[in-house]
């Protein structure tokens, strides 16, 4: 059943609509400036719709996981840079509500908004009734608003956040409209098309470090894809637990047992790199390229220079492809040459490209080829658990369109 867009939520003039947003954005970790504005710029399409319909919004996020903070880190966690980066790419002034997440201040400030003005809550996780879908908590940030808006793609998949699931609850009990925001309307379309009715070839390119995390995403990744493709930490992996020798390249035991199960893909499915860039552990500005063995006291630093072009090759066939995990150890400057060489070879790909957000989100743009990406997701976690098939109950909450 087709879920309710901000088209479908009536008149809005002179509405409060509560929209949970995903500014959950890099931080840096000395002034707590916002580092990296995507996530924030992926939500101005429907913050911008709801003004110009006339509606007021009290946006809301999550910040970084306060509760795991020091007190100083904590103080980077409030909401006033996170507000004035979103004001600066809004073109409109954007206050945050007040110091507490809700309470009498807020509900004033609420209380005192006109058409087109945008308030933005404190960091939700510094109310800890937050992560734990409380009902009392989440009856309090739904009497602020008149309808409520998931445009949070990344946090979609976190079911025991009250502003994902607690709240839309609270709104519907009191006979208030839940939609999703355009964001989040369009990731969703883009990964649909992508396990449903791909282009072909399918190619997937896979890095990052850890098989055991992915595992799920990578049974169902190799159900529908034509090719996959290793990069990144997880090559030493399967090189080893297929009996290669890695050399110094560190792999967990638990991180071996998940890879032996897929070894039978590899050389069918699962293509792994033909050479890699190794640096000796103990002092990394000695490098080599090696195919096959890495030499003792050297460790797997990055995809090499003919797995690049092979790569590369191979995507300029490809009708989509879909990307997630960095090749190689992509901020350090020195490592980061197969990462940029498959963000180029994505760029350059005639293929439907789609990128699963969080690191590899951050490579592709440090490197100058987002635009030329034809999806660049805002999930990290959630993309992941999208394409894995798990059953959202953030989305769930949203109401049917009639
Ligand atoms: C993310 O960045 O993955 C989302 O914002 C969710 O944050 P979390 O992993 O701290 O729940
Ligand atoms: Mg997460």
Known sequence: ??????????????????????????????????????????????????????????????????????????????????????????GRPVTKAADEVVG???????AAMKPGDVVLLENLRFDPREQKNDPAFAAAVAALGDAYVNDAFGTCHNDKDASMVA???????????????????????VIDTLLTAPKRPMIAIMGGAKVSDKIAFIRVLLQKVDTLLIGGKMTYTFLKAGGGDVGGTRVADEELAAATPLLAEVGKKITLPVDSLAAKSDDLTQTQVCEGTIPAGFEGVDIGPRTVAAYSALLKTAGTVIWNGPVGWFEQPAFSGGTKGIAEAMAASPATTVVGGGETAQAVEQFGFDEKISHVSTGGGAFLAYVEGQKFQSLAQIDDRA
């Open 1 to 90: 059943m087709p879920k309710k867009t901000i088209d479908d939520l009536g008149n809005l003039a002179g509405k409060r609509v509560l929209v949970r947003v995903d500014f959950n954005v890099p931080l840096d970790k000395k002034t707590g400036a916002v580092k990296n504005d995507r996530r924030i710029r992926g939500a101005l399409p429907t913050i911008r719709k709801l003004l110009d319909a006339g509606a007021s919004v009290i946006a809301m996020s999550h910040l970084g996981r306060p509760e795991k903070a020091t007190p100083d880190e904590r103080k980077n966690l409030t909401m006033d840079q996170v507000a004035a980066a979103f004001g600066t790419l809004l």
């Open 104 to 110: 009498p201040a807020v509900t004033a400030a609420v």
């Open 167 to 189: 709240v839309p609850a609270a709104l519907k009990a009191a006979g208030k409209p839940r939609a999703v925001g355009l964001l989040v309307a369009k990731e969703l379309e």
